[in-house]
């Protein structure tokens, strides 16, 4: 019950990690406000609470890379719910290409969609948690954070900087009450799990790929007030890959 008549904001909620916890953050009986740029994403997710007997509280089309934009949604949440305790910075894509041959836009798009996008959604909403006596921030990071595949240069500095950007606010937003933490997942699949070969699972220590669901209770934890005690830190959720030590043979 530790989220009944709680505001979650949601970025990235039309698809993938950001859908499964808007149902499940839905389901503990929250107030659910989704956000996302892709239309029909936004819909999909909408029709799915609807589906199964929930209605989100709020429905925003913005880019998070654009502060026009992140101002429009957060107007809106103080339009439709007047509050907010709960954001979970999930929205982010990566552009997987040589650093020989990435253009700066391309570096620019998705830097300022993850890390710029990750601040301005998080400055505005604490600006409404202080209002209310405190609140919980979760950024979505990734193991790139932490480790690299070849060209990947753009989406490992914003996830980088995503759990700098975590430590500094937490400490800057803790007289306030907010905790500010963050998650790195590693292979979450959000497609179909059942094509998944068993090599896929045998290379995790853990014996199996991550589902979307490993994600969601991390953020159950980490946004439960009875945790209060937890800011400032990550949360690797990567089946043990990033302590597993590879030779090829």
Known sequence: MVFQNKTVLITGAGAGIGRALALAYAARDARVVL??????????????????????????????????????????LDEKVQSLNIL???????????????????????????LRGTFLCSREGAKRMREGGGGAIVN???????????????????????????????????PDRITVNAICPGWIETGDYGALREADHSQHPAGRVGRTD???????????????????????????????MIYEE
């Open 35 to 76: 956000a996302d740029k892709n239309q029909e994403g936004l819909r999909r997710t909408a029709e799915l609470l609807q589906e199964q007997g929930y209605a989100a509280a709020a429905s925003v089309l913005a880019d998070i890379s654009n502060p026009d934009e992140v101002g429009k949604l957060f107007r809106e």
């Open 88 to 114: 979970i910075n999930n929205a982010g894509f990566g552009i997987w290409k040589s650093p020989y041959d990435l253009e700066l836009d391309e570096w620019d798009s998705v830097v300022n969609t993850n």
């Open 140 to 174: 979505i990071s990734s193991t790139r954070a932490l480790m690299s595949e070849p060209n990947s240069e753009a989406y490992a500095a914003s996830k980088g900087g995503i759990l700098a950007l975590t430590h500094a606010m937490a400490v800057s937003f803790g």
């Open 214 to 244: 490993d994600i969601v209770r991390a953020c159950f934890y980490l946004t439960d007030p009875g945790n209060s005690f937890v800011t400032g830190t990550h949360l690797t959720v990567d089946g043990g890959m990033t302590r597993r």
